[in-house]
């Protein structure tokens, strides 16, 4: 895989500072108000994509699992009233057709679906003709060759404009971490496509609210290219990871605080 690191997406939307890109919104869409009230709020903070998750791959069933395709309309009114990007997960090539009918700008793949090679190549299928932004996030487990492969997979679809995702890995032994990081294992990715954007995902490493700046911060230190954070109107009350959430102030507060010192890997 070859990046041509002038022309990507990713490194276009933070100009010539090139601080890193800021990925945020809520964990899930829920509902219309909080998906408007949340994007209004990020927009003043220089949030440069809007996340929201539509369709949710949750581990266990009788939990929310999202609220579909009449959450991407709400995203297409945030893209057209508010005039930010919008960015929502794909699983399946279903989801990959109706995001893309409903302008949604930026996709990515979600990592209980980077493990699967048969799924990822139907969406890379689903995505072949466009060339729209898709971000990868690790599978689960941690493994190099399967992350590496699902974004072959998605490059060979003709999308030149991809992203990795960072969002650490399950492991059975007590952990701080909802998934512990592991950087070496991101490191050894970046040190193989240096041109390839790596976007941290404090959130779901951290899953909770006190680790979301140490990990984020770190990232930086590391040269990370940009960083995805889940925010929420109420976190407590949300209706997937309530636990990891910010406000978008608690939001700014994270923002504010980070210190870009960029050096490399
Ligand atoms: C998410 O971004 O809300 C999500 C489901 O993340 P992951 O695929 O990293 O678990
Ligand atoms: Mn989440």
């Known amino acids: 895989m070859k990046f041509k690191e002038e022309d990507s997406f990713f490194r276009k939307l933070t100009g010539a500072e090139q601080r890193p890109v800021i990925i945020a919104g809520p964990c899930s869409a829920e509902t219309e108000e909080q998906v408007m009230q949340t994007a209004l709020a990020l927009r003043e903070q220089k949030v ?34 508010l005039g930010m990007l919008v960015s929502t997960e794909v699983a399946t090539a279903h989801h990959v057709e109706e995001a893309l009918k409903q302008g949604i700008d930026v996709l990515w793949i979600g990592a209980r679906t980077t493990v699967n090679p048969f799924a990822v190549q139907e969406i890379a299928d689903a995505l072949k003709g466009t060339n729209v932004p898709v971000m990868v996030k690790n599978p689960v487990n941690p493994d190099l060759a399967l992350w590496i492969g699902a974004l072959e997979r998605v490059y060979n679809a003709g999308i030149t404009d991809v992203a990795a995702i960072h969002r650490g890995f399950s492991s059975y032994e007590k952990s701080k971490y909802r998934n512990v990081p592991w950087w070496q294992i991101p490191i050894e990715l970046k040190s193989k496509f240096r041109s390839l954007p790596l976007i941290v995902d404090p959130s779901h490493i951290s899953g909770n609210r006190e680790l979301l700046l140490p990990v984020a911060q770190k990232a930086l230190d590391l040269g990370y290219d940009g960083i995805m954070l889940e925010s929420h109107p109420d976190p407590d009350n949300a209706l997937s990871d309530p636990e990891q959430q910010v406000t978008p102030a608690g939001l700014q507060d994270i923002l504010s605080k980070l210190q870009v010192r960029k050096t490399t890997y």
């Not at 440069?48 to 949710?56: T, V």
């Open 48 to 81: 440069d994509i809007f996340r929201a998750g539509i369709w949710k791959p949750r581990s266990r069933p009788n939990s929310f699992e999202g609220i579909g395709l009449k959450g991407l309309q709400w995203l297409g009114r945030v893209k057209r009233e």
